[in-house]
């Protein structure tokens, strides 16, 4: 088991958000959350990357455990040295005043510099380039001139860039079109199929994200009401009355 969330509850000031949740993310899996606004989602995804206070809220009881150990207390530049984590997170945070090259660089100052850094990053910067040609089109240019979709891709490829075998993904598809959303669904999806990327997206669309996710967990008010495979959670009356629009 790769990431196991035991009982966590947490939460901002006096206010709650998470009741006790459990749940579990295996090496190569693709796994997501979804619920609506308010349910917790985002709280879940800021505690896992140990994001420190205001950001993040602050964990009450519970553990969080990577690769059979807690990362309490393990500081988010770690996660991503060590542990291979690394979050995308909801609405982009990109480097507006930088270019698409010079944001993709700034995320590899994470990481090791051990022999063969260099070589690594240049097989990332290909990784990144493969996945979403535009961005290299646009390699040049100032990324806040980019389109909104393009704009996420650069989020993702800059997540790649940090060489993360785990990432945790925020509303992937907030804000695009249809058709780029299906276009960021397969580029995770072909992620997970050839790279082995292991991936916990949140997603308000859950028709969407369940169908391209192994398996997913449905959180309401800080809890964790149902789970299952992809194929169980969509034809669960309960699941599609609620959030499948059926």
């Known amino acids: 088991m790769l990431l196991e969330v035991k009982d966590l509850k947490v939460s901002y000031g006096n206010i709650e958000a998470l009741h006790g949740i459990s749940f579990n993310v295996d090496k190569g899996e693709i796994v997501t959350l979804i619920g609506a606004n308010g349910a917790g989602k985002t709280s879940t995804l800021l505690s896992l990357s140990r994001l420190s206070k205001p950001e993040a809220p602050t964990v009450k009881e519970g553990d969080i455990l990577f690769e059979g150990k807690s990362i309490l207390k393990t500081e988010p530049h770690v996660l991503i040295q060590n542990k291979m984590m690394c979050l995308v997170p909801e609405g982009r945070h990109i480097f507006g005043n930088l270019s698409v090259a010079e944001n993709l660089q ?3 100052y994470g990481r090791r510099h051990d022999v063969g850094h260099d070589a690594r990053t240049s097989e990332l910067y290909d990784l990144v380039y493969d996945l979403f040609p535009r961005l290299y089109e646009r390699r040049k240019q100032r ?6 979709g393009e704009q996420q891709m650069l989020a993702v490829g ?11 993904l925020d509303e992937p598809s907030m804000g695009l079109a249809p058709k780029l959303m299906y276009e960021m ?22 028709k969407v994200a369940l169908e391209f996710a192994h398996r997913g967990y449905v959180l309401s008010t800080g809890e964790i009401i149902a789970s299952g495979t992809s194929e169980e959670l969509l034809s669960n009356a309960d699941v599609k009355k609620a959030y499948l629009g059926g």
Not at 143 to 148: A, K, M
Not at 160 to 168: G, S
């Open 106 to 108: 700034m995320a590899t």
């Open 158 to 168: 800059r997540a790649l860039m940090t060489d993360c075998h785990f990432i945790m």
């Open 143 to 148: 990324s806040e001139l980019l389109s909104g």
């Open 185 to 206: 669904f397969r580029a995770l999806k072909r992620l997970n199929d050839q790279e082995n990327m292991t991936l916990l997206v949140i997603e308000q669309n859950a």
